[in-house]
């Protein structure tokens, strides 16, 4: 056996040689770009991946785990990820030797050769080899390194990108929620409205019918429920579409989005922080997911650097050949052990221009990460500037709700008295009315502010 490997000895040690030596080659390291970004919070604060939960619906809650478990973005997520891992398992193989098996079979034939006896002259011969070839370049420069840790990168980065479908797909089913149950509440106080004017349209044409009103109270009567029964189709109509919307979120099949969604309790508005950290939202998936990708255009750039480098590969090829030829005999071993180093003379500016085209992706990639912090806090000042506003917005149409009603009972009593026309009473109720939808859509923005901060600070990923 110690036959067998005396020959590798010396490629080996100028392998050995030539490792020391790469091992001088340091890459630059891999840092964070520097953005003026506030300070953390003394307190760390953090957020519950199912946020959801804080507006205390069961039926919210059912609808997110069934759109998590269904939605097709999230499928394809899911298959990039398994990609990406993949790719990564090929980029690691790199870095070991790779083993083939070798299987030959052939047969020839010589017409004339002076060392021939007379009975190999003109005979065919058949010969087969079977045996193993070992090929390993070894990593003098750190380039399968560099490339083995841009595919890692890669990966982390399509599983942070799942997180960011995963936030998208729980906040839209949220939002749209959130829309679908004021529609609701907007239709139960448009059909209230319509069902009290109509019972006063008829109160008023038997009124008239018997002489004690008039005509003109009685037609403005039914104006104004006939106005009011008019909006009710429109919101029916948002209603299915928003109902729709809400069914392909959650992944129903077809025939599932002929039916209707259930309704849970009326969704409670959570209590936010005031504050938020700023090392939550630098975790933030889709920030996430940009660093990683600036991590693998990093080790890329320093990969194809590697590439100016010589190359140094080990080679051993051994097996047994068998063979109808007189000269062979039995099933001899044979083996052949070889070491190359080669490196690039000149390639016309290839390896240079690859290098210019990393550094620029690169390049890119610090960009587009800088621009994905910025909006993340853009976000968030967004966000809390909404739920400040829609806050404020919801104490002001309840104040007036409450005014309008105290007005609208008034001008009743009036009217009972004598002192006001039954015009009168009908602008109290439409203008009740109107006031009773706008709290409902002030309602529906405090409620969506909360879900957009929860979005902006990442969802507890």
Partial sequence: MSSVLRPLIKPLALSAVLGLAGCSVIWPAYETPSIDVPPAALKPLSVDRQWWKAFADPVLDQLVEQALANNLDLAKAAANIEEARANAGAARALLSPRVDGIAKAGISQRQLNLTMTEDELNKTNAMGAVGAAVNWEIDLWGRIRQTNDAALARLAASE???NATTLSVSSAVVDTYLQLRTLDAKLVMTRDAAKDLKYASNLEYR???AEAGTELAYRQSLAEWSAT???IPNIEAAIAKTELALQLL???SPRQMAGH???GAQPRVPDTPREFDSALLLRRPDVASAEQMLIAAHADLNATRAERYPRLNLALLAGLIASTTGAITGFPFFWDASATL???IYDAGLVQSK????EARREKAVAHYRYTVAVAFRDTYEAMLLRDTSDSQVASSEAEVATRKKSLALTQKSYDAGRSSKFEVLAESIKVLNAELSLADARQNQLLARSQYYKALGGGF
């Avoid at 290098?355 to 990393?358: C, H, I, P």
């Fill in 229 to 231: 029964e008019a909006r």
């Fill in 355 to 358: 290098s210019e085209g990393a």
């Fill in 207 to 209: 009124r008239w019918k």
């Fill in 250 to 252: 959650v992944g129903s």
């Fill in 342 to 344: 080669s490196g690039p």
């Fill in 261 to 263: 969604l259930p309704r």
């Fill in 160 to 162: 942070h990108t799942r």
